[in-house]
């Protein structure tokens, strides 16, 4: 039981480790807490057994650091959606050039037709 215990909680520390350092906020605290729990189980046993207790005790603190780590990163990282409004004075800017594009090509169509119309009377 005490393997299972250990083997649990190294791959909870594993999966909270990635966690911690990829972008998934606070969802990263789930296997720390597994690890944690797992990790005391297998402290509580291989004390109980007389056995060696410095692998359950290696995952119990990485449990901790990856709730530490998860928690934190909730409280420092903000993730919020910026207003470009570089972008947006571009955008109007652009939509202004084509509208005057637009009237000179009007104007260019008017002089064009107005040439035609001359030369249809003559």
Do not use: C, N
Request: proline share 2%; aromatic share 8%; net charge negative.
């Amino acid at each position: 039981m005490r393997i299972v215990l250990i083997s649990i909680a190294a791959i909870a520390a594993f999966f909270g480790i990635i966690m911690a350092i990829l972008p998934f906020g606070t969802l990263g605290i789930l296997p720390g807490i597994v690890a944690l729990i797992a990790g005391f189980g297998a402290y509580f046993l291989s004390k109980k057994q007389l056995k060696p207790q410095k692998l359950s005790l290696l995952f119990l603190t990485i449990g901790v650091l990856v709730i530490v780590a998860s928690g934190s990163k909730s409280l420092w990282v903000k993730d919020e959606v910026a207003v470009d409004e570089e972008f947006q004075q571009k955008e109007e800017q652009s939509k202004e050039e084509a509208i005057e594009e637009l009237k000179e090509i009007e104007s260019e169509l008017e002089e064009i037709e107005g040439d035609l119309e001359e030369i249809e009377s003559e």
